[in-house]
């Protein structure tokens, strides 16, 4: 089930709301459609390479891949993400790292808002 899909350019962050007032306890599931510059590429892997090793240590994180689009020349990546819980999810969002370093140092390398769908996992 779709909980959250975003066009309108406003950051990530703003999933927290749901994520700070669900009853919900379960695994919930994040995909992220990122439009990075293509003159920017090499910088934005070289940054998601530092984000994927601080994300993969930090506690509830399942499952946590980035992957480039089919089109290569686009410049798409996309993010797909797993968790124990909207709280883990929520500690991951509130990090210094992605709050106050991976979220700012990102967007100076994309050229379009991110495309995000936050998800519930329902099966194994």
Not at 30 to 38: G, M, R, S
Not at 68 to 92: I, K
């Amino acid at each position: 089930a779709v909980v959250s899909t975003q066009s309108t350019g406003e950051n990530i962050l703003d999933v927290s709301n749901w994520l700070r007032t669900t009853d919900y306890k379960g695994k919930v599931g994040l995909t992220v459609k990122i439009h990075v510059d293509p003159a920017k590429v090499a910088e934005f892997e070289t940054l998601t390479k530092e984000h994927l090793s601080t994300t993969l240590s930090e506690p509830g994180v399942l499952h946590f891949r980035v992957n480039r689009d089919y089109n290569r020349d686009s410049g798409v990546f996309w993010f797909v993400e797993e968790w124990e819980s909207p709280a883990a999810l929520l500690t991951h969002l509130n990090t210094t790292w992605f709050r106050d370093s991976y979220v700012p140092r990102s967007k100076e390398l994309c050229v379009a808002p991110s495309l995000r769908a936050l998800y519930l996992i329902t099966s194994a």
